[in-house]
């Protein structure tokens, strides 16, 4: 059962790297909007969007080893959570007075988050 929601968690983010390619404000994905964020010298949130994608990516793939049985530590997860987490809301609160109306990939990386971190921390429950 542990298993179980560990896979959960990384179906979570699976849906944070969809919302990355949907519409998230302005019409623009994730790609868009990073590449406006740098060109506009707010490097910082672009790189952190990037960030944001990357370390969902390397859950994902965290997700397949675990599928192929090969035995990879619950901290990983955890800190590839956090930091995808992390660097979204950063960039989301440093721009909280420019963004305008979210939109479907914006809600679709919230719930991604959502579900990955709550079926992490199920499964740290359940362990123990």
Known sequence: ???SFR???KLGLLLVIIGFFMP???NQNG???ANALVKN???VEGILMYVLLISAIVGVLIGISIIMSKGIAGDIDWIVIIICIASGLIV???LLKRIPKLQTGAYLV???WIVAFSGQLLSKIRKE
Request: net charge neutral.
């Open 7 to 9: 896979l959960i968690a």
């Open 31 to 33: 790609f868009e909007i």
């Open 92 to 94: 989301y609160f440093r």
């Open 24 to 26: 998230v404000a302005c």
């Open 110 to 112: 919230l719930v991604g």
């Open 41 to 43: 010298e707010r490097a």
């Open 1 to 3: 059962m542990n298993l």
